[in-house]
């Protein structure tokens, strides 16, 4: 058996613009202080966990705490459900997301899982709200680790023990950003790349590249070929 793993900002939904605005007010809400920088680049761990934690020392000069950090997470959730609210077009989905999960899922011998940088509730809102099912897909998020490398390894082996799979044959990992890419090449994994911010990856040597999944004949052909190694 081989495995898909699937990243969710930028890849399955349409959110990493109006993702890191959602933080930077979330974070300000709960310190008191101004803004943090909303480039992801800037932080050792592109998650929701690692993001507050180091935006957090920045501005008080202190390690938050675990109720701090779940406050944050709860303003987050707060922020997303009024933006919804006024207006629910803003949250979509990557063109042709739901058609592709529907197919992959459907597919013999190819199993599917999720790991993601946002928080548990964060993620579902998320997907929900951009149209997107994802009931009994294996996901590990930012509630598990804050490091993305070990989100990847806890969602692998919730799918290892989902489809009673000691070991995959096989596994990539569809994602957006560099950091998707650094974990999938530290973990053995191959690696396709789905979204609309795509050129630091061409950069990086990353050549099964796709803006979204409405050609989705052609994006099925670079996961058949990426599994093939």
Not at 77 to 98: C, I, K, N
Not at 123 to 135: C, E, I, P
């Amino acid at each position: 058996m081989k495995l898909v793993m699937l990243d969710i900002d930028g890849t399955l939904t349409q959110s990493y613009e109006y993702d890191q605005e959602v933080f930077a007010r979330a974070i300000a809400d709960v310190t008191n202080r101004p803004r943090i920088s909303t480039n992801l680049n800037d932080y050792a761990y592109t998650s929701s966990r690692g993001v507050t934690e180091e935006a957090i020392r920045q501005l008080t000069g202190r390690t938050p705490g675990e109720q701090e950090l779940k406050e944050v997470e709860r303003r987050v959730l707060w922020h997303l459900e009024r933006m919804y609210a006024e207006s629910p077009a803003t949250f979509s989905q990557v063109p042709g997301a739901d058609h592709f999960l529907k197919r992959l899922r459907r597919l013999d011998g190819l199993g599917t899982a999720i790991a993601t940088g946002c928080w548990h509730s964060e993620a579902l809102f998320k997907l929900g709200a951009s149209g997107l099912r994802v009931d009994g897909i294996p996901m590990a998020t930012s509630d598990d680790d804050r490091d993305r490398q070990r989100i990847m390894e806890i969602a692998l082996q919730r799918a290892r023990d989902h489809y009673a799979c000691p070991e995959f044959e096989r596994i990539v990992y569809i994602g957006d950003g560099l950091w998707d890419l650094q974990a999938s090449r530290a973990l053995g994994f191959a690696f396709v790349g789905v979204g609309s911010r795509l050129q630091a990856l061409k950069d990086a040597g990353v050549i099964r590249l796709h803006a979204d999944y409405i050609q989705l004949e052609v994006v099925f052909a670079s996961i058949a070929a990426a599994l093939e190694g």
